[in-house]
């Protein structure tokens, strides 16, 4: 009997890591994203949950590129930056950027077109809203 046991404990711990890794396969593309501050020709971020990173690929259009340029010089008007993701909730988080003390993180909810920024300073948190992007697709990877 109790080999029994062992191995349905086993599968059921294959079938939930199975699973789970299904679940985590997806990837959520957003596209066409309208940054309240600055001005885009492209602007979208892909995330890719199975990886756990975001991909943010996007150009500058010529006014916001040479407000950047002017106090940085390494500022390029096309770029790509990529971030480790993680789950919090139904809320997607990337990594913390910043120190202990102060903080910010972008911050997606499933299923919306709209991209927040957290920031966090001495333990006091704020969230605001600082993108809407026109086209979000979910998709699961295929291998």
């Known amino acids: 009997?109790?080999?029994n046991r062992f191995f349905y404990f086993i599968f059921l711990i294959s079938f939930l890591i199975f699973?789970?890794?299904l679940v985590s396969s997806e990837i959520i593309e957003l596209s066409s994203c309208?940054?309240?501050k600055d001005g885009f020709l492209k602007n979208e971020y892909i995330l890719d949950l199975e990886k756990q990173?975001?991909?943010r690929n996007y150009v500058y259009n010529e006014k916001t590129y040479q407000k950047?340029?002017?106090t940085d010089l390494s500022t390029k008007k096309r770029n790509t930056l990529e971030s480790f993701i993680y789950l919090e909730g139904e809320n997607i988080l990337t990594d913390?950027?910043?120190y202990p003390q102060f903080y910010t993180q972008l911050l997606f909810?499933?299923?919306t077109p709209d991209i927040y920024i957290k920031t966090v300073i001495n333990g006091e948190e704020g969230v605001s809203k600082m993108s809407t992007c026109k086209n979000i697709e979910r998709y699961k990877k295929e291998s």
């Open 96 to 98: 913390k950027m910043g």
């Open 68 to 70: 950047y340029r002017l």
């Open 34 to 36: 309208e940054n309240n």
């Open 1 to 3: 009997m109790k080999d």
């Open 53 to 55: 990173t975001m991909t």
């Open 109 to 111: 909810k499933k299923d």
């Open 19 to 21: 699973k789970s890794s």
